[in-house]
Nanobody, 118 residues
Framework: QVQLVESGGGLVQAGGSLRLSCVAS????????MGWYRQASGKQRELVAS???????KYVDSVKGRFTISRDNAKNTVYLQMNSLKPEDTAVYYC????????????WGQGTQVTVSS
């Protein structure tokens, strides 16, 4: 079955950086378009970045120029480098398949909490 394990979150001051990792199993990772999502308290989960199997990336406007998504197909891992963090980036971050034509996987990981203090 699909298993997604996120890590790397924490508490950081505004302007700081974090690097999130997500290890996927139970899928053919190398051909899967992956995404990073976040859910702030009281808000809906949103897709913030995605990456195709061959490395083409896309970002939501609020993180463009600050976040970088990447992947290592040999390690079944997708990363999210987050720089110049802002308090509004505070959320639980998850990885999953980009919704695209097939939708996300029904199984979600536990997520990793990112808290940015002002």
């Amino acid at each position: 079955q699909v298993q997604l394990v996120e890590s790397g979150g924490g508490l950081v001051q505004a302007g700081g950086s974090l690097r999130l990792s997500c290890v996927a199993s139970g899928i053919i990772f190398s051909i899967t378009k992956m995404g990073w999502y976040r859910q702030a308290s009281g808000k809906q989960r949103e897709l913030v970045a995605s990456i195709t199997s061959d490395g083409v990336t896309k970002y939501v406007d609020s993180v463009k120029g600050r976040f970088t998504i990447s992947r290592d197909n040999a390690k079944n891992t997708v990363y999210l480098q987050m720089n110049s963090l802002k308090p509004e980036d505070t959320a639980v971050y998850y990885c999953n398949r980009d919704p695209g034509n097939w939708g996300t996987f029904s199984s979600w990981g536990q997520g990793t909490q990112v808290t940015v203090s002002s």
